[in-house]
T-cell receptor
C-alpha cells in the first residue's frame, strides 16, 4: 500500500527552537507539498517541490524553509518556532489521474509551540 | 483567482440514507479538476473521487458519486447508504491545468459530516 509517512503525530516545542518535520513517500512521486491546517482557515500551502533540490514558495512561506535532498524525503523547517505556528501540518505527494494532479497525504503532525 | 466554497460547515445524516455535500467553485481556466477528500478524526486526508472539466459523465467510485454541473460551477459529493465510518470532515478541492506542474490546488473549508445510528 502506497504511503506518505510523517515522522511525528504530535510534537511539543518551545518558542525559539528550530523544528524539523520530516515526510517520506514510497511512491516515487516527483512533487511533494507541505500544508498547514487551521480551524476556519482551511488548508494553506507553505512550500512545494517538483524535484530534488528544487523548492517553490506557497501562500504562507514566512517563518519556514524546506529541504529536499532525496526524492522520497521532504522536510519542513521552522527556523525559530513561534506560538502562531501551532497548527496541524500535512505533507502530501501528488499523483497523476486523468491528466490532473491528486494528493496522497500523510497522517499529519500536530505541532504545539509553547 | 480560483476559489472553492463549501457552504455547509456541518451536516447530519441517518445511517443508510444518502447525503449530498455541496461544493461550488470559481475559475477562469477551462482545464481543471475537482477532487473530494475525506479526513477522519485520525487526521489523514484520503482521496475519494475526482472529475475533470472535460469529462462528460459524472464520476462514481463505489458509494461516492460526484454531481458535476459545469454551467453552475458546482461539484457536489453524494454519499449513498451512509455508514458510521463516513463520519469525517470532507474537503472539496480544485486543481487547475492538465498535464502541468504549473497549476495550483485550492481547498474549501470543509464540511463535517456526522452519521447517526
Amino acid at each position: 500500500d502506497v504511503k506518505v509517512t510523517q515522522s511525528s503525530r504530535y510534537l511539543v516545542k518551545r518558542t525559539g527552537e528550530k523544528v524539523f518535520l520530516e515526510c517520506v513517500q514510497d511512491m516515487d512521486h516527483e512533487n511533494m507539498f507541505w500544508y498547514r491546517q487551521d480551524p476556519g482557515l482551511g488548508l494553506r500551502l507553505i512550500y512545494f517541490s517538483y524535484d530534488v533540490k528544487m523548492k517553490e514558495k506557497g501562500d504562507i512561506p514566512e517563518g519556514y524553509s524546506v529541504s529536499r535532498e532525496k526524492k522520497e524525503r521532504f522536510s519542513l523547517i521552522l527556523e525559530s518556532a513561534s506560538t502562531n505556528q501551532t497548527s496541524m501540518y500535512l505533507c502530501a505527494s501528488s499523483f497523476r489521474i486523468g491528466g490532473l494532479e491528486g494528493y496522497t497525504f500523510g497522517s499529519g503532525t500536530r505541532l504545539t509551540v509553547v | 483567482a480560483q476559489k472553492i466554497t463549501q457552504t455547509q460547515p456541518g451536516m447530519f445524516v441517518q445511517e443508510k440514507e444518502a447525503v449530498t455535500l455541496d461544493c461550488t467553485y470559481d475559475t477562469s481556466d477551462q482545464s481543471y479538476g475537482l477532487f473530494w477528500y475525506k479526513q477522519p478524526s485520525s487526521g489523514e486526508m484520503i482521496f475519494l473521487i475526482y472529475q475533470g472539466s472535460y469529462d462528460e459523465q459524472n464520476a462514481t467510485e463505489g458509494r461516492y458519486s460526484l454531481n458535476f454541473q459545469k454551467a453552475r460551477k458546482s461539484a457536489n459529493l453524494v454519499i449513498s447508504a451512509s455508514q458510521l465510518g463516513d463520519s469525517a470532515m470532507y474537503f472539496c478541492a480544485m486543481r487547475e491545468g492538465y498535464n502541468t506542474n504549473a497549476g495550483k490546488s485550492t481547498f474549501g473549508d470543509g464540511t463535517t459530516l456526522t452519521v447517526k445510528p
